[in-house]
């Protein structure tokens, strides 16, 4: 029996480990399971024609919401070419509403919904020994006889017993890795996925720590920690914070989801200690909305968060990158503003915008109605509207987004906004509205793919705000400090080329 474990890659970080943990599970079975992920810019010709030269009995495909459609449709090829081979689609994407999505998709013969070690293992096993006992398989859904059945979610993975899924890997110093020290999610707000059993099952910290030496050994380029809330217990994050500064190896980053309530002052000080480097968190700020944040069941305390993470950025060298998002309840154009203007005065390394999704199985999906959600019933399932933002709204901080995005996160422009902000006194969502606007308005979108276009564009923007308050000296240091960022992120022949061709766009 000839199985295949397959995926397209989609920068979904739990992608990056499900196929491993996965692998191991049957590795050791008579049958001959290979791994494939395919790369993004792959076409879908390309993985049909090579699925189909494997020969596989059993086909199964890992799936998220970002890549969905193309699973689908890749799926739908396969099965068409060889009508033999079984289709197998896991992964949360298809975890809820599972029905409706095999009656959706006849090409798909089972479905595995939730954690897929165990299903898989067991799936496995009444094949090769064709007892064909899907019934009592939890968490998998079958056809039988036109039938569609759907049979409850499997009991929580005992994670203990989840092989170390690098074990069969040989890591070098080029390799970004992908982690997970515990099973279940803290975070269970109304726009999160939770499975019906939320037990929190850690590994024990003995594992954790060795495993991670094993990177450290290695000195991989990069870990990236792939659970929800890293910190939501203080003392185990303390413990692996601690060893991972006593044991520090001077290359690899540890990449970390935190919840920036839970950062007390041992914490921080323990930070403070750690290399530049060596940590980078990302963390959600969502809003600063209290009755947002309420009505989607985060208790955070937004100004014990803020405090604790300007408190870390003063005292430390860990890299932040803060995250809002747009479209929740009850918060209105104004309330989304005041969030941004809060979050990016913090000084994180990066602000990232996020339109709010309500994806399958969430609770905030059940209820759309009462917040008057219009969304997109397609993946993403992104929002449109609601009864707190218009469409056109929304719209307007999507461009807001790219607009930030563009010019922050790097020091390529650091100097220069933080000198425009001083001398026109402009409140950073204002200003970076404004120059969206501008680009859009005058034609620009094509040419902000360029970074020296991005300096003309800033500073034929800026010319237009120190102009219409007469301040022509400003604007003429302005100049020197774009040009000062410029020669720090451009080479100095991109430099040479941009002053032959001068400031004009």
Not at 380 to 392: E, H, K, L, R, S
Not at 414 to 421: A, E, G, P, T
Not at 475 to 490: A, F, R, T, W, Y
């Amino acid at each position: 029996m000839r199985l295949l474990l397959t995926t397209i890659q989609s920068g979904c970080i739990h992608n990056k480990l499900a196929l491993k943990n996965m692998y191991s599970a049957v590795a050791d079975s008579p049958a001959d399971v290979s791994v494939k992920e395919y790369p993004e810019e792959m076409t879908l010709g390309e993985m049909y024609d090579d699925i189909v030269r494997g020969g596989y009995d059993l086909v199964y495909f890992h799936t998220n919401m970002r890549i969905s459609s193309r699973i689908d449709s890749l799926a739908e090829l396969v099965k068409k070419a060889v009508p033999v081979v079984n289709i197998i689609v896991g992964g949360m994407e298809v975890s809820f509403g599972t029905r409706r999505y095999m009656e959706e998709h006849p090409e798909v013969d089972f479905v595995f919904r939730g954690e897929g070690e165990m299903i898989l293992f067991s799936f496995v096993k009444t094949l090769l020994t064709y007892q064909f006992d899907f019934a009592n398989i939890r968490g998998l859904a079958y056809r039988d006889n036109g039938t569609i059945f759907v049979n409850e979610f499997p009991e929580p993975v005992d994670f203990d017993n989840i092989p170390f899924p690098y074990e069969r890997e040989e890591l070098s110093s080029r390799d970004e890795v992908y982690y997970q020290s515990f099973r279940g999610n803290p975070d269970r707000c109304a726009y999160s996925q939770v499975l019906p059993d939320r037990t929190i099952r850690t590994l024990p910290l003995g594992r954790v720590c060795s495993e991670l030496r094993y990177f450290l050994i290695k000195e991989v380029k990069s870990v990236t920690f792939i659970e929800k809330w890293f910190n939501y217990d203080v003392d185990r994050a303390y413990k692996i914070w601690d060893y991972l500064i006593s044991n520090d190896n001077g290359v690899t980053t540890f990449v970390f989801d935190i919840n920036g309530d839970y950062l007390d002052d041992e914490t921080i000080r323990l930070l403070s200690g750690a290399r530049e480097g060596l940590f980078e968190f990302n963390m959600d700020i969502e809003s600063t909305n209290a009755e947002a944040l309420d009505a989607v069941g985060r208790k955070a305390n937004i100004y014990q968060l803020m405090y604790n993470v300007s408190k870390l950025l003063q005292t430390s060298k860990v890299r932040i990158n803060s995250y809002i998002t747009a479209g929740l309840p009850y918060d209105t154009p104004q309330h989304f503003e005041r969030t941004f203007n809060k979050a990016y005065g913090l000084g994180t390394a990066t602000l990232n915008i996020r339109i709010l999704r309500l994806r399958k199985g969430t609770l905030l999906r059940e209820e759309a109605d009462r917040f008057g959600y219009v969304y997109s019933t397609r993946p993403p399932y992104q929002v449109i509207a609601n009864d707190f933002m218009t469409a056109p709204e929304l719209i307007r901080i999507k461009d807001v987004a790219k607009i930030t995005g563009l010019y922050t996160g790097t020091d390529a422009f650091s100097q220069s906004l933080d000198r425009i902000f001083r001398d026109t006194g402009a409140r950073p969502y204002s200003f970076f509205s404004e120059l969206a606007d501008y680009v859009q308005r005058n034609g620009l979108t094509k040419k902000t793919g360029r970074m020296d276009d991005l300096y003309r564009i800033l500073y034929a923007f800026a010319q237009r705000q120190y102009d219409s308050s007469n301040e022509t000296l400003r604007l003429q240091v302005l100049m020197d400090v774009i040009h000062d960022d410029m020669e720090k992120s451009m080479s100095p022949e991109e430099v040479k080329k941009f002053d032959r061709k001068g400031w004009e766009l």
